[in-house]
């Protein structure tokens, strides 16, 4: 049996927009603002149509008015800090599917195999005027720039292995889909650069409840090292 792509929705770090479609494929565009990712319609349905919401001050909006210099991490650059996360029961390793301007991604097949809950994790080094409050202030912004978005809660701050982070999580329309969304953002300062770690989970509506239980592993016991 073919293995489901990872399903996900488009989200925008500093100048870059990254799309994870439930086809599988990833498809790096440039562009200024975050929003949903059209894909197949599944029974999870809205019956009303998404309305526009007024754009909030992302951390990408923060990057590009502050000329701060952007550049991705991947595993294993040098003097990057290092991210490993745990992998819970009925999870694992996206391998393949794993998008290419990821850090790392893990889905859950057992729960829904035509379209897992995934999560998606994201680094990326900032240098110039870093504001590392900022970061932290803008960062729950970018979910509710997506469509229809309906949080859960307020902002979450917290810690990840001693690093400040900020957690929020709810829902937003996809195509006809409702689907679950959560997002923690990590800011790591380290002699001459700031680096955000972010942490994309992403799911049907119905299975909302994955992404609660793997994001409060992963808050337990992820750790982030500094070379």
């Known amino acids: 049996m073919a293995v489901a792509a990872i399903a996900g929705v488009i989200l925008l770090v500093g100048g870059i927009t990254f799309a994870v479609s439930s086809g599988g494929e990833e498809n790096p565009t440039p562009g200024d603002t975050t929003s949903s990712a059209p894909t197949e319609p599944s029974d999870e349905t809205t019956s009303t149509s998404p309305k526009p919401a007024t754009h909030a001050f992302t951390i990408a909006d923060y990057i590009k008015q502050s ?43 057992p729960v829904n195999p035509p379209d897992p809950p995934s999560v998606i994790s994201l680094i990326s080094k900032l240098t110039g005027d870093v504001d590392p409050n900022k970061l932290l202030e803008y960062a ?24 400040p982070s900020v957690h929020l999580g709810g829902s937003y329309a996809k195509g006809e889909q409702r689907r679950a969304i959560t997002q923690t953002t990590v800011v790591i300062q380290a002699p001459g650069a700031v680096y955000v770690l972010q942490i994309n989970a ?12 793997v994001n409060k592993v992963i808050e337990a016991q992820a750790t982030i090292a500094l070379p």
């Open 67 to 109: 000329g701060i210099v952007e550049t991705p991490v991947h595993r294993g650059d040098p003097g990057a800090p290092v991210f490993n996360w745990p992998i819970p029961p009925g999870w694992i390793d996206a391998g393949t599917r794993t998008p290419a301007w990821a850090y790392s991604a893990i889905v859950n097949d």
């Open 202 to 213: 992403d799911a049907l509506e119905r299975d909302k409840g994955a992404l609660t239980d």
């Open 140 to 163: 729950p912004n970018e979910l509710q720039n997506l469509a229809d978005y309906k949080g859960s809660g307020d902002p979450v701050r917290g810690e990840i292995s001693g690093f």
